[in-house]
């Protein structure tokens, strides 16, 4: 066993592990640390893969940026943990079930991996470009923005509306606090909008 498959075999079960950690941890703040150890040796696997622009933005960008803010706004949080604890048998089943179909979905990739090495090819996939001739990253963005530029602008939509979702499912309305209404700005008049007082000369309103 070479040196590199060591360190393949070493970063794919130290991220497993890390994964697993992330969904069974009991502290909000040990998961996000172990979904940064998770981040780190994904990286190591993209060095091991030879894409180390991918490694790279992984770690300045999700490690560096999001799990670090991930890791401030649960420090910040006043966090239940009596009540986040009670409600997690209920989400056993769907995860469960959610869990089985990423599973499924899975084994019939890599069945259709194993059984034609070309699967991928048959289906639509794009040839990568020539290493020799282009670099890393202009590989990446040769397919990304070519080739598969709808699916990213669709990865990009997804992604914005899990964000408006979240915003939507976690934003409390305080009671007093003066918010701006914006359909009733859109709906005043003239009329309603200014108000003239005629006031005597040396009194107030």
């Known amino acids: ?33 172990f979904l940064i150890l998770a981040f780190f040796n994904a990286a190591g696997l993209f ?3 030879g ?8 770690v300045i ?18 966090v239940d943990f009596v009540e986040l604890k009670q409600g997690f048998l209920q989400y056993v089943p769907l995860g469960g079930l959610v869990a089985l179909i990423l599973a499924g979905e899975l084994v019939v990739v890599l069945g259709g991996f194993l059984v034609d090495p070309n ?5 639509g996939a794009a ?10 990253t202009e590989a990446i963005g040769l397919l990304l923005y ?30 007093g ?11 005043r008049t003239r009329e309603t909008a200014i108000e003239v007082v005629d006031v005597e000369t040396g009194k107030g309103i």
């Open 47 to 49: 060095v091991l893969l």
């Open 51 to 58: 894409a180390e622009f991918l490694a790279m933005i992984l």
């Open 177 to 187: 606090v003066k918010r701006q209404n914006i359909s009733a700005q859109n709906a």
């Open 127 to 136: 040839p990568i470009p020539d290493i020799g001739e282009v670099s890393n």
């Open 1 to 33: 066993m070479g040196l590199t498959a060591i360190f393949f075999y070493l970063f794919s079960v130290i991220a497993i592990g890390s994964a697993f950690m992330v969904i069974s941890a009991k502290n909000p703040v040990h998961s996000v640390l």
């Open 146 to 175: 070519t080739r598969y530029i709808y699916f990213f602008q669709a990865a990009g939509m997804v992604l914005l509306v899990a964000m408006i979702g979240a915003i939507v499912l976690t934003l409390r309305h305080k009671e």
């Open 119 to 123: 699967f991928a090819i048959g289906v």
């Open 61 to 78: 960008v999700y490690v560096g940026a999001v799990a670090v803010l991930f890791l401030f706004v649960v420090m910040m949080l006043d």
